[in-house]
């Protein structure tokens, strides 16, 4: 049996043929993947001179691994080096950044920016980061953006653990405490706006950047518009949702294999008509201006270190973390053991009143604690454990799910919140019934004659790009296809 290489493994050709991802662009990537790490390998030698200019260090004290050494996510290369301080975080954007504490600067200068930095705080005005503008023409033929970060050597990774071990109560419990203790942490600060963190020229941390996600990222690497500029934040959880929700029917327009036939048509241009009517009220009218928090939207088992009991050492992959609607903050899916198509209202409802029930009594100790420290001080905002608990009655737990995830999007919508939740028979939602609500998910038509003609007109053009994602597809499985 043929197969092609994937990032994740092998694959076969009829495997391939069941997915609703685009595959065809998916094995392109171990090529790219491989022309990437020759790019980098062809650089080397600026590589010890980036750390050593980081770090304020000789390049001859700088080792840089061989590939064999090397290791890699999605979206990221990490090459290991040995030098002799370890660095600390630096970031750059289009400007090269250094932690102040590696650059060799005059007694005044130091003084002056602590004298600056008390002075800003003083007044409640911003204050720049310890992150510093540090420019070298000499290592711009990089051309990537870099971090420079620690070996992280406590800890191992919960997805190397999970499977022999998630049913164990007593490391669950520990597990659950421990992301509980996290989100809370990363949520005691509200924020203006839904978007992302970036540090500016001048070593700023600004949230004036859209909302990244791996979904949107993915997106946009296979060629889909979405429907946000870089500088567009929200300050409306329904604008936010119906961002989402208009970035997946950008996918089914122009993703190769968006739809399988007429019936798969239907079928998904209904749930995107009915999620865009439904969603808004899924979330609560008061909670739609904030409050915003600082959130891990890529939180799953491989990013998690923990110890032998189960307590989180480290997270990793911080990438896509930034502000996000506080009903955004749910407990993770994956809790139960199950994928995200074997999650169910019956199957999951304990994991998630367990997690809830972390949350709220690391809430009580936190109160307690401030209670004693200022015993005048009243709460201010809705604890996130009964956000959570009321999230569940009012199915805001699979909105977020669904709207985060464009391949089961459609089958959360159905299965889980029109059924499970909302007691809607599944014999009532035939193909009839999606071909006529698949009409208003046009919204360029001014009528429902006009939107019935548009829609055949889209599900034919899909149609043929359909077949000839297929035939592409067989092309590559081909036997003595390069």
Not at 18 to 29: G, M, T
Not at 199 to 224: A, C, F, K, M, W
Not at 343 to 371: G, Y
């Amino acid at each position: 049996m043929t197969t092609r290489n994937l990032l994740s493994g092998r694959i076969t050709l009829s495997t391939a043929e069941s997915k609703a991802s685009n595959v065809l662009h998916a094995l392109r990537l171990p090529q790219q993947q491989l022309n990437f790490f020759a790019h980098i390998e062809r650089k080397r030698h600026l590589l010890s001179h980036l750390v050593a200019h980081h770090l304020n260090t000789d390049p001859a004290s700088v080792t840089i691994s061989g590939q064999e050494y090397w290791y890699n996510g999605s979206f990221n290369l990490c090459i290991p080096v040995h030098v002799d301080n370890v660095a600390e975080p630096s970031l750059p954007e289009h400007v090269m950044f250094t932690h102040v504490d590696y650059l060799v600067l005059p007694w005044w200068s130091r003084w002056f920016r602590r004298a600056r930095n008390f002075l800003l705080a003083a007044l409640r005005l911003e204050q720049p980061s310890r992150l510093v503008p540090h420019r070298s023409a000499g290592l711009a033929e990089l051309d990537v953006g870099y971090l420079l970060i620690q070996t992280i050597t406590s800890g191992t990774a919960l997805s190397e653990l999970w499977d022999e071990n998630y049913q164990d109560l007593r490391l669950q419990e520990n597990l659950q405490r421990s992301i509980a203790r996290v989100m809370l942490s990363l949520a005691s600060i509200t924020l203006p706006c839904i978007g992302t963190f970036r540090v500016d020229n001048h070593g700023y941390l600004r949230l004036d950047n859209r909302p990244l996600s791996v979904q949107s990222t993915e997106q946009e690497n296979e060629g889909i518009p979405v429907n946000a500029h870089r500088r567009q934040v929200f300050t409306s959880v329904k604008d936010f949702v119906l961002r989402h929700i208009d970035d997946f029917s950008s996918r089914l327009l122009h993703q190769p294999n968006g739809i399988s036939s007429q019936h798969d048509a239907y079928y998904q241009m209904a749930g995107l008509a009915g999620a865009t009517a439904l969603f808004p009220h899924l979330f609560r009218r008061e909670l739609d201006n904030g409050p915003f928090v600082f959130a891990l939207t890529d939180l799953h088992r491989s990013n998690i270190l923990v110890d032998h009991k189960w307590n989180i050492t480290c997270i990793i992959d911080l990438e896509f973390a930034g502000s996000r609607p506080i009903e955004f903050l749910q407990p993770p899916f994956w809790l139960g053991g199950g994928c995200i198509d074997e999650v169910t209202v019956s199957s999951f409802a304990v994991k998630h009143a367990e997690f809830v029930e972390h949350v709220k009594h690391i809430e009580q100790v936190e109160l307690v604690k401030k209670d004693k420290l200022l015993p005048s001080a009243t709460r201010s905002q809705e604890p996130l454990s009964a956000v959570m608990r009321q999230g569940w009655k009012l199915g805001t737990f699979w909105a977020t799910l669904a709207i985060m995830r464009p391949v089961p999007f459609t089958e959360i919508f159905y299965d889980r919140i029109l059924c499970d939740l909302m007691g809607l028979p599944q014999e009532g939602l035939g193909g009839e019934m999606h071909k006529f609500f698949a009409t208003f998910w046009c919204k360029d038509s001014d009528n429902f004659i006009d939107g019935r003609k548009s829609i055949d007109n889209i599900i034919d053009k899909k149609l043929e790009d359909y077949k000839r994602y297929n035939e592409e597809l067989h092309l590559f499985f081909a036997d003595g296809t390069n």
